[in-house]
Nanobody, 111 residues
Framework: QVQLVESGGGLVQPGGSLRLSCAAS????????MGWYRQAPGKQRELVAD???????NYADSVKGRFTISRDNAKNTVYLQMNNLKPEDTAVYYC?????WGQGTQVTVSS
């Protein structure tokens, strides 16, 4: 019933850019917060960025100035624009809307 479909991941060179999107469908009535998390191999899942319904944003220190989170409430979609990507950004990225998680999309930053 509730589905979060992620897209936009892939392989990119250092310094490159990717834009992730996550579209939600189903009976999600409370979408106050939408967010992106990531998990690198052997590491804990961490918050990358989140955004509230009124547009307030929060970013991990490691991505500030490089990543931008946004949302389109009409489309029930959250985006993550990632610029100046670094190898340490390599991880599986997950979107989260309230208590629901996406399947994850792989982002690999490598030469």
């Amino acid at each position: 019933q509730v589905q979060l479909v992620e897209s936009g991941g892939g392989l990119v060179q250092p310094g490159g850019s990717l834009r992730l999107s996550c579209a939600a469908s189903g009976s999600i009535f409370d979408m106050y917060i939408m967010g992106w998390y990531r998990q690198a191999p052997g590491k804990q899942r961490e918050l990358v960025a989140d955004i509230t319904s009124d547009g307030s944003t929060n970013y991990a220190d490691s991505v500030k100035g490089r990543f931008t989170i946004s949302r389109d409430n009409a489309k029930n979609t959250v985006y993550l624009q990632m610029n100046n990507l670094k190898p340490e950004d390599t991880a599986v990225y997950y979107c989260k809307i309230r208590g629901y998680w996406g399947q994850g999309t792989q982002v690999t930053v490598s030469s």
